[in-house]
């Protein structure tokens, strides 16, 4: 698989297997396992996680399965997130659902992810959110404590804008390496507000959360829907396929800020369906088609 450069010594496979639904898949630490090599075998190994995904239950089902075979760390890729306090039988300490980048948050986060993750390293951390009571002087002495612990190796963002990534980047010592946000057929406001427009000044590959619109364009009959499904199916016969979730990932991947999808599903068959869209490349004209139908009008 395709892989895409991060930094000198850190790079993802093009397509990521986010974990926040683990807890819905009714797993067993097997189940977890062999999920893992079944995603490594076709070249997945970068893993997308939150301190807070299942109510905090997350991280650790899939150390727990990971702690079955201690060496596959050796060959994946861990993300994870932190800065979101919610409410939760878990956290009974959590008064009330906010946000909380302190630095003894980020620090006290993140040593507990390493310990839920089975792993004695995180290979990137994000801030979850933008945290608008945020002191970034603390946030950035949390990220400069746990890269010299050698606890994190990178850092990055989620959903931020880009005056609010700049705005982090230039209290920190190094790079921001990614922006996770959302990006699909059906939303492109990281397209229209400078989010992209950043990620290739910079040479940051951005990370899509949602990629396939929620499932959206597989059950709604909205007139947004029908444009974008008709579009992404006329192009589906001329590529060769009838996979509308291949077209949908292909679409974003063939952009050249080296968009990395994240995949929400625990099939191995959809998850196989999404890696064959690694080889549908569509013409200028083609994206065009998707772009038009997705805003409603065509291009001033």
């Given at each position: 698989?395709?892989?895409?450069?991060?930094?000198?010594?850190?790079s993802f496979s093009r397509i990521i297997h986010g974990l926040w639904r683990i807890n819905e898949w009714g797993f067993s630490n097997e189940d977890t396992l062999q999920l893992m090599e079944e995603?490594?075998?076709l070249g997945i190994t970068t893993f997308d996680h939150a301190d807070i995904y299942g109510g905090y239950t997350n991280e650790e089902m899939f150390g727990n399965g990971l702690s079955l075979k201690p060496s596959l760390r050796?060959?994946?890729?861990i993300v994870t997130k932190c800065g979101i306090k919610l409410l939760s039988d878990n956290r009974p300490e959590h008064k009330l659902h906010h946000y909380?980048?302190?630095?003894?948050?980020i620090i006290k986060s993140a040593e507990t992810s390493l310990g839920n993750l089975k792993t004695d390293y995180i290979d990137v951390l994000l801030i979850h959110r933008p945290d608008p009571y945020m002191n970034p002087e603390e946030v950035s002495e949390a990220f400069v404590q746990l890269k010299e612990q050698g606890k994190v190796r990178h850092f990055g963002v989620s959903n931020f804008t880009p005056s609010q990534f700049d705005m982090?980047?230039?209290?920190?010592?190094f790079p921001l390496i990614t922006n996770q946000v959302e990006i699909s057929v059906s939303f492109l406001t990281p397209f229209q507000d400078g989010?992209?427009?950043q990620c290739?000044?910079?040479?940051?590959?951005?990370?899509?959360?949602?990629?396939?619109?929620?499932g959206n364009l597989f059950t709604a009959t909205d007139e947004k829907t029908n444009r974008i499904k008709q579009a992404l199916e006329t192009i589906g016969e001329e590529a060769g396929t009838e996979a509308l979730d291949q077209l949908m990932l292909a679409w974003l991947m063939n952009h050249p800020a080296r968009i990395m999808p994240i995949l929400g599903t625990g099939k191995i068959d959809r998850i196989k369906s999404a890696v064959q869209a690694l080889d549908i490349r569509l013409t200028r004209e083609q994206w065009f088609k998707v772009w038009i139908a997705s805003t409603g009008h065509g291009v001033a």
């Open positions: 698989m395709e892989r895409i450069n991060l930094t000198e010594d850190l995603c490594l075998e050796q060959q994946m890729e909380d980048t302190s630095k003894e948050h982090l980047s230039s209290y920190l010592p989010t992209i427009d290739l000044q910079r040479r940051i590959p951005p990370m899509a959360w949602s990629p396939f619109a929620g």
